[in-house]
């Protein structure tokens, strides 16, 4: 996100009541991590695939983990881009591609598509619920 599209945000709230503004937050929050994986399944995973977890199949030694793994740093990845980007502080949304690159690297030699294009579909989700929200509480930041 370059200076250009930031400068371009309005410092003017649209929403000028302070308990409104927290509630526009919170939406950002909620519709984000409400629907980016649903959002993510249908532009990664085929026509009718239906993903599971656990994975059917063998188990691995010492069982599978709890959560699909996935799932949860995408929501992860959710909250870091509505925060950064409500805070203004874009420069940190380079760390979910350094983090994500580094602890995905193999999956991402497997089947690039599928992991960037998550990340990507998810991201950008982010980015735009979270300049929306901006938008309507005006100003780089979250402090009222």
Not at 19 to 27: A, E, K, M, Q, T
Not at 72 to 101: M, R, Y
């Amino acid at each position: 996100m370059n200076a250009f599209l930031l400068a371009s945000i309005p410092a003017q709230p649209i929403v000028l009541d302070g308990w409104l503004r927290w509630v526009i937050v919170i939406l950002a929050y909620v519709i984000t991590l409400m629907l980016s994986g649903p959002l993510v399944r249908f532009f990664v995973l085929p026509y009718n695939h239906r993903s599971t977890w656990p994975p059917e199949g063998g188990t691995p030694p010492g069982g599978w983990p709890r959560f699909d793994p996935s799932a949860v740093i995408g929501k992860c990845e959710n909250i870091v881009t509505v925060t950064l980007v409500l805070t203004g502080q874009v420069a940190g949304l380079a760390l979910i591609f350094a983090a994500k690159s580094l602890v995905r690297s193999d999956a991402i030699k497997r089947d690039p598509g599928f992991y960037l294009g998550g990340t990507m579909v998810n991201f950008v989700f982010g980015l735009v619920v979270a300049s929306l929200a901006r938008v309507f509480i005006g100003g780089p930041a979250i402090g009222f």
